[in-house]
């Protein structure tokens, strides 16, 4: 029998609705550790985003940007960042239509717009603050995500003119830009091959929509009982609502740790 990894997936999964962190999930994530397993982050978050988080549990490997950056113990192993000519067509074209957009790379992040309230309201949802505005920020870094603020009707000609990108939406009015073929099960299958992991011998817990891929990706998907009916469907084995002790009782159930 191989050495085993779980991922798990942050906001829904880790974290509670409040964003907060269930003392039961650090148990469980310290005994999984004890068991010798390799404990990972799969997040559509950057890297910044989550640090505090990985210094809480003591995890040092991650699948983030949903798939673009992964590290695993503290190396990076894979970087696909999107491709920069053409996010500079897409700011034209987003500026023009009056559209913000947030740049990522792996230590920060910029705004497009000096202030917007598309901004304010989504970044708020993760407690996280207006960007600094730098419109030209992407033109000399690698970068692995953007946020494009729009409504959903207002998604559909980006996805047409942009083939090159894939369209992930996560509120009502920002959607993730990523390269066209990135996900956190091919972050997890560039991490895992490096590795030379058997499928088998990997797990991933997720609740959200860009979870899928993933849970259907690894060994045994785990689905929050909070996750929506589509991830559910999708998954191996449903575990409780993250307020339930999700984590700590799926691991148990799946028998990975006592």
Known sequence: ???????????????????????STVRAVQALKEAGVYVA??????????????KKLGIHSFVSFNGQYVVFEGNVIYKNPLERHKLHELKEEADENGHPLVFMDESTMR?????????????????????????????TRDIYQALLFCRPEEEHEYVSAYPEFRFVRWHSVSTDVLPVGGSKAEGIRKLIERL????EDVYAFGDGLNDMEMLQFVGTGVAMGNAKEEVKQVA??????VDEEGILYGLKQLELIK
């Open 1 to 23: 029998m191989g050495k085993k990894i779980v991922f798990f997936d942050i906001d829904g999964t880790l974290l509670d609705e409040n964003k907060e962190l269930p003392p």
């Open 111 to 139: 705004a497009s717009v000096e202030d917007h309230p598309y901004i304010h309201v989504s970044m708020g949802s993760l407690k996280f603050a207006h960007p600094p505005h730098d419109p030209i920020y992407y033109e």
């Open 236 to 241: 191996d084995f449903v575990t409780k609502r």
């Open 41 to 54: 982050i799969a997040t559509g978050r950057a890297p910044f985003m989550f640090s505090d988080l990985r």
């Open 196 to 199: 030379g992991m058997a499928k």
